[in-house]
């Protein structure tokens, strides 16, 4: 039952360029204004955006979880809205690709990517494209970090650093800054992007500012009494998004264990060696994107192949992990935490055991 899954969801990872050509080429037969309007650049684009569907789509049913498609889908619905392409032709692309899949699947694993497909496009169909602020009327710093937000958005990181350091003398504490302030604001520039109300370059320019002002707040972090834990926390192979882990690499340095963070995009290669090296406690695996969470099992399953490694315990955390629930589980991790404090709080849990 599960194998199905997993061989579906693989051979859909593994489909060569053609099959993408073949897609564009039947959505110009069904809309031929389409054709007139694309050139060479719009082409190449659709093509990405169809191999970029397929991703998600195999992720979804490696791991069988719908949820996960239907994330996606409700994600595209808003990014599209505020672009020049519409919800048919959205859906006309899926019912291609859900064909074209029929036409180079077996019948037994078609049956499964057209069952996705189907109940993805309903959720899409039923989904209003909003998306409402990150930063909630619930957030005891809710006035913080929208003052920080709004003079990065203005481009002003002199005065978002001012604001921080202001915050530090009135002894917000570190733990608060990091979930309640840049965590949120982080989410809530990924929003704005999303929704075209600010550039890439603005939300590059927020991410920079914040990664600086975290590494301003240093001398902070280093306070505790040591304890004589490990841990290492890292992204996966192809994870650009960094800054999570990197919270939970700070967080647990603040409660007294030594942490060595290795950041975005590390081989899985270089990260067993090191693993090997340092024999940590926890090892500590960040991924954001959907398509990542292959990698991660992988990484997994290579830790517990090797005897010398049998006691370390497993964290996984990040947004796939966030919206599946129990999918750490499945992945054969040891835990799952939503954030950097109840990452610590379980570590220890598991070292207390
Ligand atoms: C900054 C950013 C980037 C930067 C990252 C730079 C950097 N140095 O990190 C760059 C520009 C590289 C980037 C690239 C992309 N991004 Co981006 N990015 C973001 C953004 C705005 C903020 C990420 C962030 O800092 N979050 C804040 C941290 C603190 O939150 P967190 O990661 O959830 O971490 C907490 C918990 O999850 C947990 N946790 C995390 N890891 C772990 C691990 C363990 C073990 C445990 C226990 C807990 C744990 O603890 C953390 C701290 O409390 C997000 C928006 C968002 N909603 O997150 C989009 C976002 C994630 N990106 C998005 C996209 C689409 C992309 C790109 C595809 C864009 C593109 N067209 O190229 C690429 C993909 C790159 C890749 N292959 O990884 C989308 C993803 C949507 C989707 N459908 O999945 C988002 C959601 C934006 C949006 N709203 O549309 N991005």
């Known amino acids: 039952m599960v194998e199905i899954y997993k061989e ?7 489909i060569d360029d053609s099959f993408f050509n073949a897609i564009l080429q039947k959505q110009f037969e069904y809309q031929p204004e389409l054709k007139e309007r694309y050139n060479s650049k719009q082409i190449q684009k659709y093509i990405d955006d169809t ?39 959205i859906i006309l692309n899926f019912l291609l690709v859900r064909d074209g899949l029929k036409e180079i699947l077996p019948n037994e694993m078609s049956n499964i ?7 993805g496009i309903e959720y899409y169909k039923s989904k209003p494209p909003l998306l409402p602020s990150f930063i909630t009327d619930e957030n005891p710093f809710k006035e913080l970090a929208q003052n920080y937000l ?6 002003d990181k002199n005065s978002a650093h001012q604001l921080i350091m202001k915050s530090v003398e009135n ?26 109300r600010i550039t890439v370059a603005q939300e590059h320019f927020i991410t920079a500012a914040t990664q600086l002002i975290m590494a301003q707040l240093y001398p902070y972090l280093f306070t505790t009494e040591l304890k004589n834990y490990k841990v290492i926390v890292s992204c996966v192979e192809g994870e650009l998004h960094e800054i999570g882990a990197r919270m939970v690499a700070d967080i647990f340095e603040m409660e007294g264990w030594n942490s060595y963070y290795f950041g975005a995009n590390t081989s899985i290669d270089n990260l067993i060696d090191n693993i090997k090296k340092h024999q940590p406690n926890i090892v500590a695996i960040s991924a954001t994107m959907i398509f ?47 954030d950097a404090l ?12």
């Open 150 to 155: 709004s003079f990065l958005v203005n481009g």
């Open 51 to 89: 191999k970029y569907h397929l991703s998600y789509l195999s992720e979804a049913i490696t791991n069988n979880r719908q949820v996960l498609f239907n994330e996606y889908l409700a994600w595209i619905k808003i990014y599209f809205n505020g672009l020049p392409v519409t919800d048919d032709e």
């Open 113 to 119: 990517s057209s069952k996705f497909i189907n109940t």
């Open 292 to 338: 990542n969470i292959s990698t991660v099992s992988k990484i997994i399953q290579t830790i517990r192949k090797f005897d010398s490694l049998k006691k370390i315990k497993i964290l996984v955390g990040g947004y796939p992990f966030l919206i599946a629930e129990d999918l750490w589980k499945d992945i054969g991790a040891d835990g799952f935490a939503s």
């Open 171 to 196: 002894k917000t504490s570190i733990k608060d800054l990091y979930l309640n302030v840049f965590q949120v604001t982080q989410k809530e520039t990924g929003r704005l992007w999303q929704l075209s």
């Open 8 to 14: 579906t969801g693989r051979m859909i990872k593994d």
């Open 342 to 353: 109840a990452a610590v709080e379980i570590a220890e849990r598991f070292l207390n055991q």
